[in-house]
């Protein structure tokens, strides 16, 4: 309850900002004189006024009731008996310089931060922390405006600056909840649209200027202020879609990922500046990625980082806005319709996700109430130098509920699929990236960061729990072990792994001159003995197309016509390989050039004949690969694959079965790769049962650019145990290519009408029935 008379140093610390209850002092209260007699007081500071009046909701202006002015810096009051009903009230502002001003008094309004949410937030187990911190338009008592909240333990005083207040400090201060470092103010009349910062005084009494850590919007770049938005009201049109993912099981579906960054895609000439172009909108992104993605026939769409960031050079990996889509592209409202519109043509959304790190900028996370509030403070276990980037202190509940909430907004309010994790290794290791000396070991002595692991676990089993189905896909380039385990297993609980290994491997592999591949056979190969330890995703990302690694296509040795036929050959490879896979943009179609940022990818290209083949033999695997379950049911147990032949280094061929789920009537597949331009006649390879086999697919075919030197549409198979298999078929191998083959279906024409025959005595023709039977 409020004093009846404001002590002096009272009164001097609302006026200098440094009080941090600014609701027990201001807004409305009810006291008792010492006779026991109620009295009704209204307190209002407001530094530019000459006069403050006061009236009721239930009265007009004419009724209102002239203030008294308590202290010259600004401070008025009000003592009036008790009505019979409390109503809130305006206050009709007369400044110095004559002009008015009427509004609802913020302050006369209750806390909405409960003691529950307070115990939740401690706890680091308020999950949906979204819906109470932030910016949130509401009506409380019939009043509409804007409800913020942020935490910041540390500040001397909080405040809601922006436009409405000319962003004045001492305006609008925020109320300290209890001992949860949440700061809270309800402000009328501020709808949606409004910029609005966070202004906060540090106990060294530094003025800081933050976004809001929770932000739904922000300005676009290089302005930094957030705005106030509304994000209910859009009409999804995806309940068939989410009803399918929560009944399937995304590890025995196909998972075909086209990886893509918004901004460089495709950009069009800037309208009034034909020498500028620009990124296209979430709109115009609608309109044309998700048609031609879906009719390569990719699965998904990976969003390299959409959340708001300062910097383009970053690709969006230091973000500052964790709960923003990025304004440089449209709207909230405008990236939910392109999900949506994604979700209607078939395809599910992945975006990339950075718990990891995050930038210095001043407006940003950064030693947010003037402590390492988000960060640790020792920069041994705080930055991450090569990055220039402060790294989460994932001991601190709050900081794991804060990241834990933000992946099940983006689940929740944006209806994504899946979440790409970036940089875990750098997550999991205390030392990572640092010398000796550089890093502080754990309670136990040791490299691990247990908050990180704890983080994980914490992170999964939440998600998973609300959002069956879904995809949590990491980023983790070392042998860390069950990364991709349930938690309840010991697990950190994603259920997909990129396989760096296999990329690099392999990359290394195909760079190689021919000649020279026969002595690093065992990079094919190496990736079967772990490839189900995990359940891998194959990946071949935008960090293998920049910083002078060349365009997956300029990787490929050998003049023109063999880059070509290495890439569809390696394409193959990785569509062929145990688990799910992902593809950069441009990879499609064969772009030469390094990916940038700032520019679109060279889609003149398809102007010529060789992207256009490729173009088409990617499109061809793709939709080979969904039509397959052999490729994609049974992509994590060795029962799915099987070896024909790895030991023929010298001719560089690899030869390998690849098998549907158990339950499936479904055919085994047959690959053959030849990794040397020189064709191989009459090439002898097992099969695993009686053919005729038929050749359903040869990445030679003169459509797709080759030479279409194998001209065998079956391969009849003799009894004959050859390379571990019971038949065998002699194949004619094109040059830098891959075939695969498939059990060919016998006949279901209706048999003619025989006359009767003798029974046959001969074993000779008894035993050739046998074997025509088999």
């Known amino acids: 309850m409020s004093e009846l008379t404001l002590s002096i140093a009272t009164i001097e610390n609302l006026l200098h900002g440094n009080y941090h209850e600014p609701r027990s002092v201001l807004g409305f209260h009810e006291v008792r004189k010492k006779n026991g007699q109620r009295v009704w007081i209204v307190r209002v500071l407001e530094t530019e006024a000459s006069k403050v009046y006061l009236f009721w909701d239930d009265q007009t202006e004419a009724e209102s009731m002239l203030m008294k002015s308590i202290h010259a810096g600004g401070l008025f009051e009000l003592k009036i008996p008790p009505r019979t009903e409390l109503k809130p009230y305006r206050l009709k502002i007369i400044y110095k310089d004559g002009n008015k001003h009427i509004r609802h008094d913020p302050f006369y309004f209750s806390p909405q931060f409960t003691e529950f949410d307070q115990f939740l937030f401690g706890q680091g187990n308020h999950h949906r922390l979204y819906h109470k911190l932030g910016a949130h338009p509401v009506t409380l008592d019939g009043v509409s405006g804007t409800l913020f909240a942020v935490w910041a333990p540390n500040a001397?005083?909080?405040?809601?600056?922006?436009?409405?207040?000319?962003?004045?400090?001492?305006?609008?201060?925020?109320?300290?909840?209890?001992?949860?470092?949440?700061?809270?103010?309800?402000?009328?009349?501020?709808?949606?649209?409004?910029?609005?910062?966070?202004?906060?005084?540090?106990?060294?009494?530094?003025?800081?200027?933050?976004?809001?850590?929770?932000?739904?919007?922000?300005?676009?770049?290089?302005?930094?202020?957030?705005?106030?938005?509304?994000?209910?009201?859009?009409?999804?049109?995806?309940?068939?879609?989410?009803?399918?993912?929560?009944?399937?099981?995304?590890?025995?579906q196909p998972v075909n990922v086209y990886e893509v960054h918004l901004g460089s895609w495709q950009r069009i000439p800037e309208e009034n500046k034909p020498d500028e172009n620009r990124s296209l909108t979430y709109t115009e992104l609608a309109d044309r990625l998700i048609p031609y993605v879906k009719e390569m026939g990719y699965t998904h769409l990976e969003l390299m980082?959409?959340?708001?960031?300062?910097?383009?050079?970053?690709?969006?990996?230091?973000?500052?806005?964790?709960?923003?889509?990025?304004?440089?592209?449209?709207?909230?409202?405008?990236?939910?319709?392109?999900?949506?519109?994604?979700?209607?043509?078939?395809?599910?959304?992945?975006?990339?996700?950075?718990?990891?790190?995050?930038?210095?900028?001043?407006?940003?996370?950064?030693?947010?109430?003037?402590?390492?509030?988000?960060?640790?403070?020792?920069?041994?276990?705080?930055?991450?130098?090569?990055w220039g980037t402060l790294i989460f202190n994932f001991e601190r509940n709050e900081v794991r509920n804060f990241l834990i909430s933000n992946a099940l907004f983006w689940f929740d309010e944006y209806h994504i699929d899946g979440i790409r994790v970036d940089a875990v290794a750098s997550m999991l290791y205390l030392d990572y990236d640092r010398d000796d000396g550089e890093w502080i070991p754990n309670k136990y002595g040791g490299n691990e960061n247990i908050g990180a692991i704890d983080f994980f676990r914490q992170l999964h089993e939440t998600l998973f729990h609300y959002h069956t189905g879904i995809l949590s896909i990491a980023e983790e380039s070392t042998a860390w072990g069950g990364v991709s385990h349930p938690t309840y297993a010991g697990g950190l609980g994603f259920n997909l792994k990129w396989n760096m290994g296999w990329m690099n491997d392999t990359l290394s592999y195909m760079q190689k001159d021919p000649v020279y591949r026969k002595y690093e056979h065992h990079l094919l190969t190496f990736s079967l003995i772990y490839a189900f330890t995990e359940n891998f995703m194959l990946s071949l990302s935008h960090d293998e197309v920049v910083h002078g690694k060349r365009s997956l296509l300029d990787k490929m040795p050998g003049d023109v016509w063999q880059k070509f036929a290495g890439l569809r050959l390696y394409l193959a490879f990785q569509m062929a390989h145990p688990g799910k896979q992902l593809t950069f943009m441009g990879t499609e179609f064969g772009q030469w050039k390094e990916w940038s940022e700032a520019s679109s990818l060279d889609w003149n290209l398809l102007e010529y004949p060789e992207h256009q083949k490729l173009q088409k033999c990617?499109?061809?695997?793709?939709?080979?690969?969904?039509?397959?379950?052999?490729?994609?049911?049974?992509?994590?147990?060795?029962?799915?694959?099987?070896?024909?032949?790895?030991?023929?280094?010298?001719?560089?061929?690899?030869?390998?079965?690849?098998?549907?789920?158990?339950?499936?009537?479904?055919?085994?597949?047959?690959?053959?790769?030849?990794?040397?331009?020189?064709?191989?006649?009459?090439?002898?390879?097992?099969?695993?049962?009686?053919?005729?086999?038929?050749?359903?697919?040869?990445?030679?075919?003169?459509?797709?650019?080759?030479?279409?030197?194998?001209?065998?549409?079956?391969?009849?198979?003799?009894?004959?145990?050859?390379?571990?298999?019971?038949?065998?078929?002699?194949?004619?191998?094109?040059?830098?290519?891959?075939?695969?083959?498939?059990?060919?279906?016998?006949?279901?024409?209706?048999?003619?009408?025989?006359?009767?025959?003798?029974?046959?005595?001969?074993?000779?023709?008894?035993?050739?029935?046998?074997?025509?039977?088999?």
Request: glycine residues 8%.
């Open 156 to 252: 001397k005083r909080v405040s809601v600056v922006g436009d409405f207040n000319l962003w004045d400090g001492l305006k609008h201060p925020m109320q300290i909840i209890g001992g949860s470092g949440i700061w809270e103010v309800f402000i009328p009349e501020v709808s949606v649209g409004t910029l609005y910062k966070f202004e906060i005084k540090t106990l060294e009494n530094q003025i800081l200027l933050k976004s809001d850590p929770l932000g739904f919007s922000a300005e676009m770049r290089p302005s930094t202020a957030s705005i106030i938005t509304e994000l209910s009201g859009f009409k999804w049109n995806d309940e068939t879609w989410l009803e399918q993912r929560i009944k399937s099981n995304p590890l025995s």
């Open 618 to 774: 990617v499109k061809t695997l793709n939709h080979f690969y969904l039509g397959k379950p052999a490729l994609f049911t049974n992509d994590f147990d060795w029962t799915g694959f099987q070896w024909i032949d790895h030991h023929d280094q010298d001719n560089s061929i690899l030869s390998f079965i690849r098998r549907p789920a158990k339950n499936m009537a479904e055919a085994d597949l047959i690959f053959i790769f030849n990794f040397t331009p020189l064709p191989r006649d009459n090439y002898l390879m097992g099969f695993p049962e009686a053919g005729p086999f038929s050749k359903i697919l040869d990445t030679d075919d003169p459509n797709f650019g080759g030479s279409g030197y194998n001209k065998q549409q079956q391969i009849d198979t003799v009894p004959e145990e050859w390379q571990g298999q019971t038949q065998r078929g002699s194949v004619n191998l094109p040059p830098l290519a891959c075939l695969v083959f498939e059990k060919m279906k016998k006949s279901k024409s209706v048999p003619a009408v025989k006359k009767p025959q003798k029974a046959r005595s001969s074993t000779k023709s008894r035993k050739k029935d046998d074997e025509y039977k088999s």
């Open 305 to 386: 980082p959409i959340a708001e960031h300062p910097f383009d050079g970053s690709w969006g990996y230091q973000v500052t806005g964790y709960f923003a889509p990025t304004s440089r592209f449209g709207t909230p409202q405008q990236f939910k319709e392109f999900i949506d519109r994604c979700h209607a043509a078939g395809l599910g959304v992945i975006l990339d996700w950075v718990p990891g790190h995050f930038p210095k900028d001043a407006h940003g996370l950064a030693r947010f109430d003037g402590t390492a509030l988000y960060e640790h403070e020792d920069p041994k276990q705080g930055e991450h130098k090569e």
